[in-house]
């Protein structure tokens, strides 16, 4: 086995198994760790207590007791994290960030079923005023002095600012795998290219930094190939299970670049410069945009999609849908009427955490990369 495809399977190992990372990561620093919804946290403020921030992203599986207490049009990722709280699979973190920027957080946050405290803020939507940096800061503050008072502990500025560097060197580097991974899909196909990106919720940053820096290296000493297939660009909240990414594997179709919340979203850009870190934190969210739950009354996502397509000389978009996720079905006739003015491929599927069978999608995209070689 190459060196490639040992960090790979390190990498997809700790995405399969994050109670294990969690564990690990408790042995080795006497510390634990600390959940954090979807989609968008200050995770710096988490690591700067010496704690590991995990994502918590639901998971594949059938769904039965959370029924009683969310309706059966909440979107199928919250169905799924609530069907796991109630089995207790988060109850060995320390305590759960949870940001409420849409109806279904929003009820969550009421209901939680484990048994470790949460910790409920806001990220303001009338984002472009200074004022709402100022909310921001606020909101930090609050997460800052309830996360001193439940690991009784307390978070210097230092560390934060220590923590952000750590984090923006992070980004960084996941941004360039995703960019070598588009140039190198005959050695990342769409499921390592995932385990890659998502297995930064389960490790400490810096550790995470050191192995797809590796990663990167060892895959630019390839020559590169010509790509036969077709190369797309994902948007939603999120493209899994992995067996949605298989069918893209099996018709020979590359991701070129994602737009997905729980991928290059997280990372697409820094946290700016700054002297006060909590200032530096609530800005990224000024700074950021493209994403349902950004409000930006300008609408940019739809072009931010056509450069990207553009920029990487991707094929089309295939838009994963999270089933029953308000803010993002309100976003997509807007930019769905762009890319059809921009002449872009797209095909919308839907991403539905319940699911066992494949065979509609797989029809969808088969017909749909069929329909894309006429395309030349
Ligand atoms: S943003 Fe969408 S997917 Fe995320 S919790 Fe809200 S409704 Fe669900």
């Known amino acids: 086995m190459n060196r490639i495809e040992t960090i790979l399977n390190e990498l997809t190992e700790i995405t399969k198994n994050p109670t294990k990372a969690v564990e690990d990561f408790t042995k080795k620093t006497g510390k634990g760790a600390v959940g954090v919804m979807p989609v968008y946290a200050p995770e710096e403020i988490i690591h700067a207590a010496g704690y590991l921030p995990v994502g918590i992203w639901g998971g594949q599986g059938s769904i039965k007791k959370a029924r009683t207490y969310l309706p059966p049009f909440a979107c199928s990722i ?19 960030l949870i940001s409420v920027p849409c109806d279904t957080l929003k009820c969550i946050s009421q209901k939680w079923k484990g048994t470790s405290p949460t910790i409920t803020f806001t990220h303001p939507q009338n984002r472009k005023i200074e004022g709402a940096n100022k909310f921001l800061v606020e909101e930090f503050k609050i997460i800052k002095n ?33 960019k070598i991974a588009a140039e190198y899909p005959h050695v ?29 290296e ?5 020559e590169k190939k010509e790509w036969k297939g077709k190369k797309v ?47 530096r934190l609530a800005k990224w969210w000024q700074e950021f945009d493209g994403c349902s739950l950004a409000t930006n009354v ?26 029953f996720c308000d803010p993002e079905e309100f976003d997509y006739p807007i930019y769905y009427q762009q890319l059809q ?35 030349v």
């Open 218 to 222: 060892e895959i630019t000493k390839i």
């Open 233 to 279: 660009v994902l948007t939603g909240i999120t493209a899994e299970p992995d067996e949605l990414l298989e069918i893209f594997k099996e018709y020979d179709i590359a991701i070129a670049a994602d737009d997905l919340a729980q991928e290059s979203k997280q990372f697409r850009i820094d946290v700016p410069e700054g002297d006060d870190p909590l200032y």
């Open 188 to 216: 990342i196909d769409p499921i390592n290219r995932h385990a890659v990106v998502k297995s930064r919720y389960f490790m400490e940053k810096a550790q995470h930094t050191a192995l797809v820096r590796e990663l990167n």
């Open 298 to 323: 300008d609408k940019p996502r739809g072009q931010m999609l056509i450069d990207m397509v553009k920029e990487n000389n991707a094929d089309a978009v295939i838009i994963c849908m999270m089933k």
């Open 341 to 375: 003015d921009a002449s872009i491929s797209n095909i919308y599927i839907e991403i539905d955490q319940e699911t066992t069978s494949f065979e509609q999608i797989r029809t969808r995209i088969n017909s749909f990369s069929e329909m894309l070689q006429d395309i």
């Open 146 to 178: 309830k996360l001193e008072t439940i690991l009784d502990l307390e978070i210097t500025d230092e560390a934060i600012e220590k923590s952000i560097e750590i984090y923006n060197e992070n980004r960084n580097v996941t941004r360039e795998f995703v």
């Open 78 to 96: 919250m169905q799924s994290v609530m069907e796991k709280q109630i089995e207790g699979a988060y109850d060995n973190l320390k305590a759960v």
